[in-house]
């Protein structure tokens, strides 16, 4: 069972915008501003998304964006592509594990 | 450009011992936190560890101490994933990944390996 708490998965249709949640503790995503969002293609490594719960990588569009209210992150895609149909990871600093803890992931579909 | 470029797939048998490497390029290797990341068959990520090259101090996970072993050799850049006694339950991909610490915690992880595939089958 993973530490941070993610829908196994979600979906909406091209042009749409869907939010993923991802769900902790005050001890690791309510108490620290260190949430990141990984996107994992098909077979391919986990791309960083999203770091320091807002702030987005040059080269990652801006339909990515994400927000954190008390223990909860969300990630929103807004205008759905076939090619964000993907795995989504979030990740944050936690008090008791100085390597930072994972959320469960959530396949998100493009109908 | 950053590169950590991973060993290939391996295949191997309950019982059997195993080191995988990952090949740092780009940067100044001995001055930046390296890891291991375990994604199981259709499962999530973990953390199996890091260490610092520069004095290869590891860290472990909670439930990898003791059941893995990383290593990094600067001399060629590379850090290494050790198994003494693989179990079918080792079976996974692991990816080499390039973290961006904070206060001595992981912050992000900024670059990722190719992922190499572990089976452990009889």
């Known amino acids: 069972q993973s530490a941070l708490t993610q829908p196994p998965s979600a979906s909406g249709s091209p042009g749409q915008s869907v939010t993923i949640s991802c769900t902790g503790i005050s001890s690791d995503v309510g108490g620290h501003n260190y949430v990141s969002w990984y996107q994992q293609n098909p077979g391919k490594a986990p791309k960083l998304l999203i770091y320091e719960a807002t702030k987005r990588p040059s080269g990652v569009p801006d339909r990515f964006s994400a927000s954190k209210s008390g223990n909860t992150a969300s990630l929103t895609v807004s205008g759905l592509q076939p090619e964000d149909e993907a795995d989504y990871y979030c990740s944050s600093n936690a008090d008791t594990n100085n390597l930072g803890v994972f959320g469960g992931g959530t396949k998100l579909t493009v109908l | 450009e950053v590169q950590l470029v991973q060993s290939g797939a391996e295949v191997k048998k309950p019982g059997e011992s195993l080191k995988i490497s990952c090949k740092a390029s780009?940067?100044?290797?001995?001055?930046?936190?390296i890891g291991w990341v375990r994604q199981m068959p259709g499962k999530g990520l973990e953390w199996l560890g890091i260490i610092y090259p520069g004095d290869s101090d590891p860290k472990y996970g909670p439930a990898f101490e003791g059941q893995v072993t990383i290593s990094a050799d600067k001399s060629i850049t590379t850090a290494y994933l050790q198994w003494r006694w693989l179990k079918p339950s080792d079976t996974a991909i692991y990816y080499c990944?390039?973290?961006?610490?904070?206060?001595?915690?992981?912050?992000?992880?900024?670059?990722w390996g190719q992922g190499t595939l572990v089976t452990v089958s009889s």
């Open positions: 780009g940067y100044n290797f001995p001055n930046y936190w």
């Open positions: 990944a390039r973290p961006f610490m904070g206060g001595g915690s992981v912050v992000r992880i900024d670059y």
